[in-house]
């Protein structure tokens, strides 16, 4: 009987100390016909110093982690490994920074539709583990880009 005490509070203890990541404003961006890739943002807020190891969705072949910036008036976008998510800081994921990209699409991203979005999360001495979540697919045009903001 005390093993078994012990050993629920060993895993109740380990769920504790597992990140609570918080997902706000996450939408996806909808497609024209013809069109095989997206772009998903977000703001995401980690309660411990965690990391985005990466992220996946059923309607793409694969989801990449990018970062957009400007350097000499070029607009530039490289994949980035990881985005690290520092305690208690909001990260936003949003048009010309960090964002998701959807490549590969499967069917095209409807306005009004969702799409569902499994992240893969790591936080200090623990195995990553995933979170899913629902994103609303909406017009480009509903979010200002940030040179208009």
Request: hydrophobic content about 40%; proline content about 7%.
């Amino acid at each position: 009987m005390t093993r078994r005490l012990f050993a629920c509070f060993l895993f109740l203890g380990s769920l504790a100390a597992q990140a609570d990541i918080t997902v706000e404003d996450a939408w996806a961006r909808a497609t024209v016909p013809g069109q095989e890739v997206s772009a998903v943002y977000m703001t995401l807020k980690s309660s411990v110093d965690a990391t985005l190891m990466a992220a996946s969705t059923p309607v793409a072949g694969s989801v990449e982690i990018h970062r957009m910036w400007m350097d000499r008036g070029v607009m530039k976008m490289r994949m980035v490994r990881t985005l690290t998510l520092p305690a208690n800081k909001s990260v936003k994921l949003e048009p010309g920074g960090y964002h998701l990209m959807l490549f590969d699409l499967t069917k095209p991203l409807k306005a009004g539709e969702t799409l569902e979005l499994t992240l893969t999360v790591k936080d200090k001495g623990r195995k990553p583990y995933t979170q899913k979540i629902s994103v609303p697919i909406q017009e480009p045009g509903a979010h200002p880009s940030p040179a208009t903001h």
